[in-house]
């Protein structure tokens, strides 16, 4: 009886000590218009997004609290060594404190790859670029635009920098804000 009562204390002392006690933190979640869940922003976390202002501020989440988040941006520039050459180094760091309601809109966390085809700029400039050297090598080879041969690749030409165009046009916006999405601020912590 007495092995199981101290037992009993044993256990109840090791929960005790191990219990987490208020440690959740605040957290900014990113929601569509219908309450489907976007993403999460809490303390440690990277967040880019465009102030209010329009300013654009990118750096590691802080702390969130009392409806306010501290984001971390970090000062990074280059300088010129005693040997003459450049070197980039951490300066400093600034803490934003701002209100959860001056984020104007928040940039995706992920890294997209091919962007530059997703959003046709390599369509636009390998077109354009190639009907430019199609006419100029016409002119110095004193050959004419109107030829038929010509006219074909410059239309295929402007034809590719065209799809380009309409890719840029369609290309999704990555921002997330408007009406699509609502920014709000999940309160974790008890008042004390």
């Not at 869940?37 to 702390?63: C, K, M, N």
């Not at 959860?100 to 997703?118: A, H």
């Not at 990555?174 to 999405?181: C, L, S």
């Amino acid at each position: 009886m007495r092995k199981s009562i101290s037992l009993v204390i044993f256990l109840a002392l090791c929960m005790t000590a191990f219990a987490q006690t208020n440690t959740m933190s605040d957290y900014i979640a990113l929601k569509k218009k219908n309450g489907r869940h976007v993403g999460v922003y809490f303390p440690g976390s990277p967040i880019g997004f465009l102030h209010v202002s329009g300013q654009r501020i990118d750096g590691y989440v802080d702390a969130v609290r009392n409806d306010s988040v501290f984001i971390r941006q970090w000062n990074i520039q280059s300088y010129i060594t005693t040997l003459g050459t450049s070197k980039v180094d951490t300066v400093g760091y600034y803490i934003h404190k701002l209100h959860y309601t001056e984020i104007r809109s928040i940039y995706p966390d992920k890294k997209e790859s091919w962007k530059f085809v997703k959003n046709g700029s390599i369509f636009m400039i390998g077109g354009a670029g190639y009907a430019l050297l199609n006419v100029i090598n016409g002119a110095y080879l004193d050959e004419p635009l109107s030829d038929p041969d010509n006219m074909k690749s410059l239309g295929i030409a402007l034809g590719v920098a065209a799809g380009g165009f309409v890719l840029n046009r369609i290309y999704h916006k990555k921002e997330k804000e408007g009406k699509k999405y609502v920014i709000t601020y999940v309160k974790m912590t008890t008042p004390q």
